[in-house]
């Protein structure tokens, strides 16, 4: 069998959601497991996550196979819906939906009186991706209050800034100006809110990032938080070569050879999740010690550097990310972030619950 697998560890999501209570022990807490719970796999995180007061995510059809799994928590949806023939079956599985436009508005006017469907009023202070304006939000909310068929409604808004220096100060300024907006349950906060920021904590958090083990900070690993990575992906080195001064490796010749030294080979390449515009020298972790990536990495395959590690041949433990090697180190060093490495983990990833 190809050694390359990636662990979930669930106790380590149990862990992560702890601290997340931690950080806001006066809000609920709304997992966020869009995007296969950022590669998690849904059902999985959705598990290991069961104390968390609801979930958050994105496809319909995922949110009712959550319902149809038992789980009674707040379930919502985080586009809302995309058109009013998905209103019934919102409203069966009582799922909460997030409201962010004026076509949405007009579109609940067609639920059904008893449907009872609980709406979270999205409000862009900033981000200008989704959200009525604050000018719009105060007859957004009674034409919702007015509408029979809603159920409990709440203020949204999501942070542009809350993992850099401009903050959210700015934002928070705009969501204190709408009229009566403290008279609504609140849901602000982000991992990084969550981490930075308390008084954006109100009543629900939405925790992403942070309960996979990764800091939501561009230069930041969740270990200074106290997270525990929830997935590890490994495999094996599975041959060396020798190089002699100027020998290249793989495709475009992108590492080239200064002196005579060992490269090893590793099963694991884009086709698996691993950035293809990793550079040389991405941390690798082989035999439990750090070395780099040489070469350009391919689709079913990477290099690296076995210099300093003359103990390390075939068969050494290769850890691309996880329990020792922070995926944002590997981020990092390609120029993005961990939530892309993490969510880009492709299905033919042999998968291991521990
Ligand atoms: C993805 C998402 C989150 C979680 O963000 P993290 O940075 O992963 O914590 C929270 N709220 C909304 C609206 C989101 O889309």
Redesign the pocket.
Known sequence: MRPLFATIHSAALKHNLAVVRRHAPASKVLA?I?ANA?GHGLSRAAAALSEADGY?LLELDEAVRLREAGYRQRIVL?EGFFGPDELPLLARHRLAA?VHCREQIAALDGLAADARLDVLLKVNTGMNRLGLSPGEFAAARDRLRSNPGVGAIAL?T?FANA?DARGVAWQMARLQQLPDGDTLPRSLA???A?LRYPETHADWV??????YGCS?FPEGVGDEAGLKPAMTLESRIIAVQDLRPGDTVGYGGMFRADRALRIGVVACGYADGYPRHAPNGTPVSVAGRTTGTAGRVSMDLLCVDLSELPEAGPGARVVLWGEGMPVERVAQAAGTVG?QLLCALAPRVRIVEA
């Open positions: 966020v869009k950022y958050a985080l997030v949204m999501h993992d982000n991992s990084a969550i939405r925790p992403g990032i942070m309960l939501p939530y």
